[in-house]
């Protein structure tokens, strides 16, 4: 037995914050790692010790594991848990931990180093007899293998992986994610599989000790994703429970697997399954997963607390795992446009509250919500280094049905200001009538369905009461701050004609307030409620406009949120940008320019790529024409709104 008093979390964000949660349940001592970016974060503030590791991008920081070892060897922490991402998966960096006397939490390097290549996973696992896709080397692809998944042999996540439909799509895509895979990962070996248009992504969570009990604790759903990574999971799975025997198979084949590598601790085996109930296996991430929340929830157990007692030498409670019981749905709420090609956003979450938590990090032992957040409940940065995932809110209650609604409320209602998320998207899953009936699958955001579900809650009718309410509260404020006759905001001194004023909301729809019925209930000075009558009917508006900046109006209500910006009527025009000007559309690095200045260019031709928040994005040109600047180079830090290339419209 290995005993230890002392913990290391390698790692950042809210799974920081859950093992730092767990060790502290377990008595024991963490110690937190930081990069520049992250000094103030709250994973640090909440550890017993942190060490900063200087500089700002992962490769800089959470991926130095010589660094993080000398964190644990100068404030001796006796153990090292690696959270998800970064180090998690990295067997050398295993290694370097056992051998340097520390307790490492996680499985075996061996075992990590035969399920690291996912080529070599399939070949071993295919012998224990776990079901497969065949694998293709990019020059063994045919015609009639199309569509095919373009896969990176590291990592996960999504990341290095493209779908292709065709021999034309081919070369590129695989120059992309061998790209990404080696930015992600270190790694740029890709691989090509079937893919299945109608697949649904079942997962087995497992644990198992050095005694040579494996669990297989229970099932997860992660069919709904965006670009490979997912966006909801729930546990149990819909398809499985239409299909009663496909658990018992899923169950001994992810068995069957964590034994034929040696496995410990906690782990999950992937599978892509069809609506008829046959699966094949994906990959095993050796590691604790995102979602791992969802089975906490169904099983009452501490999935990080079972790492501990298994890293320290003990064995699993009992030959077999809990039993389930009841439905939990998780929601990963991302900065970032679902309705813009997913666009991350950096900048200030101002507030940050999701009503019915009834847990944070654990649990929940109830109905309710569990909240797993990497924010402050005010002013959080968000920087452009990291995933855009800000929290996962977590539903769970006895059914489906009631998990369902429990979680779309408290979406629905949170209070998120600073930044766009994809929260209005994940409500509108949450009520789809496919979804709600189980009828779904990995391309469920996709087409016609995506541009219906990334639309805003509050539709024009709610956005024009909200442009009253706002109106009618900077109207009192302005009036009660000025000593001066009122003048409403946004008014100008035009001679005989009033201008009432204007808003804006992201799609750049406008709307004029009319403070006709509204009674501002409360006003604290930043955060007024208003309430609204209309056709008999009252509701409730929250109007929040922080100091400083009076012209962004943050808009919530039970209907949903949204921001809008207080237009001048007699804008300068001085920060306008040149005609034909390409801008970056997040702050980010240059990683490859493909045309030259003179090149003639169609409308929505990439031509530059940036990496922002740990994917790549395509700047296009909005319209046939030749370029005559190219303003950045590769390996350019650029702001946000930064002009990267000019083009010259052709008529």
Known sequence: MTAFDSVLVANRGEIARRVISAAHARGLRAVAVFSDPDADAPHVAEADDAVRLPGESPADTYLQGEKIIAAAKATGAQAIHPGYGFLSENADFAAAVIAAGITWIGPSPEAITAMGSKVAAKAKLAEAGVPML???????????????????????????????????????????????????????????????????????????????????????????????????????????????????????????????????????????????????????????????????????????GLQFDVAAGLPLPSPEPPAARGWAIEARLYAEDPANDWRPAAGVVRRFEVPGVVSEFAGPDRPGIRLDSALWPTDSVVEVFYDPMLAKVIGYAPTRAQALAITEAALRKATIHGLTTNRDLLVRILADPDFQAGDFATDFL?????????????????????????????????????????????????????????????????????????????????TAAVAVERDGIRRTVTVTAYPGDQTVIEIDSARGAATLTLIDPLPSGEAAAAAGSLLAPMPGVITRIGAAVGDTVAAGQPVLWMEAMKMEHAIAAPAEGILTTIAVEVGQNIDAGAVVAVLEEQE
């Open 134 to 304: 065949t694998n293709l080397t990019p020059d063994q692809v045919s015609d009639s293998d199309f569509p095919v998944l373009v896969k990176a042999s590291a990592g996960g996540g999504g990341r290095g992986m493209r779908v292709v439909r065709s021999r034309d799509e081919l070369a590129d895509n695989l120059e992309a994610a061998e790209r990404e895979a080696k930015s992600a990962f270190g790694d740029g070996t890709v691989f090509c599989e079937r893919y299945l248009e109608r697949g649904r992504h079942i997962e087995v969570q497992v644990m198992a000790d050095s005694q040579g009990t494996v669990w297989a604790v229970g099932e997860r759903e992660c069919s709904i994703q965006r670009r490979h990574q997912k966006v909801l999971e729930e546990a149990p799975s819909p398809l499985v429970e239409r299909h009663p025997a496909m658990r018992t198979a899923l169950y001994e084949a992810a068995a069957n697997a964590a034994t034929a590598i040696g496995y410990t601790g906690a782990g999950t085996v992937e599978f892509l399954a069809t609506d008829a109930g046959e699966f094949f296996f994906l990959e095993v991430n050796t590691r604790l997963q995102v979602e791992h929340p969802v089975t906490e929830a169904t099983t009452g157990l501490d999935l990080v």
């Open 446 to 526: 996709t087409g016609d369905r995506l541009e219906r579900l990334a639309a805003p809650l509050l539709d024009d009718a709610d956005l024009a009461l909200a442009a009253d309410a706002a109106g009618a509260v900077l109207d009192r404020r302005a009036a009660a701050a000025s000593p001066l006759p009122h003048v409403a905001p946004g008014w100008r001194n035009v001679g005989a004609r009033t201008l009432l004023p204007e808003f804006e909301d992201a799609a750049q729809k406008r709307f004029t307030a009319d403070s006709g019925a509204i009674a501002t209930v409360g006003d604290d000075g930043t």
